[in-house]
T-cell receptor, first 114, second 117 residues
């Protein structure tokens, strides 16, 4: 079974620029998550999708972050404009439906803001 | 409010030693799930185990074992006869079953384990 695919693996941009990350979940997983992991901390949920609908985006900074999952499969996360504090690893995860289901993570995108 | 505390920031052991990683959680829900994940230097989070709040049986998988105690709100992880390949950051996480929170994993800050040869 193929795992969660993310790209790019690394990204370096200057502050105020925009950036987009892509994620393709495990086939058959209806739930998709985007997490932000700042160095030295645990991942923090940004947004959760169930198929193509948003379940929870309460911690997404909506003035600069946006995400979509138009066809209920792959997803993109965008930051515009980026700030220095956005430097982090952005992790995508997917799971079967239900809070008891383990989430399977991709390798993440390491974002550095100069 | 829900919270996961991993008080040990870093642990260093010598190969073949046993090591226990502590996890304490807070939740007001009666139904919840606890997870452990491993994050090696490559960065990918690897799922290790899930326990639900109604099952306090301890679990053993090879050199890994988990001790879940609701009375102390703890879900500790023990590695027996540690190996260099166990070096990683280990995260404990909590998921609540209530509506609006389903699937949202609350992570601790992680414990960095270094196993030296």
């Amino acid at each position: 079974e193929a795992g969660v695919a993310q790209s790019p693996r690394y990204k370096i941009i200057e502050k105020r620029q925009s950036v987009a990350f892509w994620c393709n979940p495990i086939s058959g997983h209806a739930t998709l998550y985007w997490y932000q992991q700042i160095l030295g901390q645990g991942p923090k949920l940004l947004i959760q999708f169930q198929n193509n609908g948003v379940v929870d985006d309460s911690q997404l900074p909506k003035d600069r972050f946006s995400a979509e999952r138009l066809k209920g499969v792959d997803s993109t996360l965008k930051i515009q404009p980026a700030k220095l504090e956005d430097s982090a690893v952005y992790l995508c995860a997917s799971s079967l439906t239900g809070s008891n289901q383990p989430q399977h993570f991709g390798d993440g995108t390491r974002l550095s803001i100069l | 409010a829900q919270k996961v505390t991993q008080a040990q920031t870093e642990i260093s052991v010598v190969e073949k030693e046993d090591v226990t990683l502590d996890c304490v959680y807070e939740t007001r829900d009666t139904t919840y799930y606890l997870f452990w994940y491993k994050q090696p230097p490559s960065g990918e989070l690897v799922f290790l185990i899930r326990r639900n709040s109604f099952d306090e049986q301890n679990e053993i998988s090879g050199r890994y074992s988990w001790n879940f105690q609701k009375s102390t709100s703890s879900f500790n992880f023990t590695i027996t006869a540690s190996q260099v390949v166990d070096s990683a950051v280990y995260f404990c996480a909590l998921s609540e079953a209530r509506r609006g929170s389903q699937g949202n994993l609350i992570f601790g800050k992680g414990t960095k384990l270094s196993v030296k040869p």
